[in-house]
């Protein structure tokens, strides 16, 4: 006997067992939900896998993937996919069929792209793409309706896709890329609570930050400012505000006195 032949397993952690690929025999557990494989050395997944209806949450991170089988797409259930830290260089194409994922991350990867149908992810609500590799990105990911949090750090970013019709993004992370300045589609996305721009050469802070009237926490820490706008001081929601490792010289004293701040971080400035 083996762990494939208990079959009425729900949840299966493998975690940290040198396992090199997933086995056909995973397909006899019929009522499992949750499988992690993570931190083995999986470098191959059977279309087994695929034959699972009740799987909801599998997490295949911290291995040697590089490609999926095409019965992956099979995964009617699935919620939550997690293949950060292996060798993708793009999405596979079947994850795309995941209509039901609501989570999926596949930072710390080699990804250059994304695929253009990745807006038929019609619940998906969290994206994490950091990590990888992206240049650019396609507008398709502006059309993924319910995307409320996408993490972009540390890629290689110069510009941003249309966002301004994601009309649920709360949070977005873009912390180390090439922006060189805010994109003045960031100022359309108007559901935005949390805005992190942190180390991206940025020189100032556009009047269009006025358009952001949800936004409560702004992160513009290791960039290249060298002033903040008074106007910042009537944004009504605004709480936390980083902008330590600047090159500010003086703080706009209604800033200072504002009363919706409640935490102000200047560390790292040649402020007199």
Known sequence: ASLFDLHRLQELDLTKNRIRAIPPAIAKLQQLKLLSLQLNCVRSVSPALGEIPTLSKLMLHENELSALPAEFGALGNLTELYLNGNAFE??????????????????????????DDIGRMGKLKMLFLRDNQFTALPDAVGSIPNLEYLALQNNLLTTLPPLANQEHLTHLFLRNNRLGSIPESVFR???????????????????????????????????????????????????????????????????????TLQVFRTEGNPVG
């Open 90 to 115: 793009t999405i596979p194409t079947c994850v795309m069929n995941l209509g039901g994922v609501v989570l999926l991350n596949v930072q710390h990867n080699r990804l250059r792209d994304v695929p």
């Open 189 to 259: 996305m108007t559901a935005l609570v949390n805005l992190s721009i942190e180390a991206n050469g940025i020189r100032e802070i556009p009047a269009g930050i006025l358009n952001m009237r949800r936004l409560e926490q702004l992160n513009l820490d290791d960039n290249c400012l060298e002033s903040l706008p008074r106007l910042l001081a009537d944004m009504e929601r605004l709480r936390y505000l980083l902008v330590r490792n600047n090159r500010l010289r003086t703080i706009p004293h209604e800033l200072a006195e504002g009363g």
